[in-house]
């Protein structure tokens, strides 16, 4: 009987730990074996299926509470602030971009000084910080996603210079990314507002009273808009 080897390859974050790639095999008993490297006498790479593990969007669990609790404390999305915080830095509290946004949530000098942060390396003065002008943002923007990430993103004087998402691409990708963590689809348009259907009351000269929301073509009594 041909014996099937499993590799799952890449690393897997388990309870914390970080586990290497790990191979699953069958031996010539049919006992299952598992091992971090690939047997040469096993045959080889013959009859091998490759799997992928899925990617991992795990928060580091410090991170994870301070999230949580900050959430909680503020009344704000945490699948927003956890989704930002991965696209901005990777949960990297010292990344620093080309325009010099530091820290896990990627503040500029700035907005740092506005919610009283000294250290922007800090990575739990830097959640905060973020987690705040977030909340500052969401609630400006009465809950558009969109308009709150596109002024994280590009700031609020672009936003409303353009009246809406602007057009800059950078500011567009950074959107989609930070939906697609949340699993959300991208719309960076306001849904269109309904028409409103005027409603007619009519009379005729019979007295016959008529409520329709089309005009009379013939008006021989009386007309009364009701909205």
């Not at 005729?204 to 009273?209: E, L, M, V």
Request: aromatic letters at 8%.
């Amino acid at each position: 009987m041909k014996r099937n080897i499993i590799v799952f390859c890449g690393a897997w974050l388990i309870g914390g730990s970080l586990f290497a790639a790990l191979v699953v095999r069958q031996d010539k008993n049919g006992h299952i074996v598992l091992s971090n490297t690939l047997d040469r006498a096993s045959g080889g790479r013959d009859g091998l299926t490759v799997l992928r593990p899925p990617r991992s969007h795990a928060v580091p669990l410090s991170y994870q509470q301070k999230i949580q609790t900050l959430t909680q404390k503020h009344d704000l999305r945490q699948d927003l602030v956890i989704a930002v915080a991965k696209a901005e830095s990777s949960f990297n509290p010292f990344a620093v971009s080309p325009k010099g946004a530091v820290g896990i949530m990627q503040l500029m000098r700035d907005t740092a000084r506005q919610y009283g942060v000294i250290n922007r390396y800090n990575a739990h003065e830097n959640i905060e910080a973020g987690v705040r002008h977030l909340k500052y943002l969401y609630e400006k923007y009465s809950g558009n996603i969109p308009l709150t990430l596109a002024a994280y993103n590009a700031g609020e004087e672009a936003v409303s210079k353009h009246k809406g998402v602007p057009p800059y691409r950078e500011t567009r990708n950074y959107i989609r990314r930070v939906l697609s963590l949340m699993g959300m689809s991208e719309s960076f348009s306001s849904p269109p507002s309904r028409t409103r259907t005027k409603i007619y009351k009519y009379t005729t000269t019979a007295g016959k009273t008529i409520i329709t929301d089309t005009l009379p073509s013939d008006i021989g009594g009386t007309l009364e808009v009701l909205n």
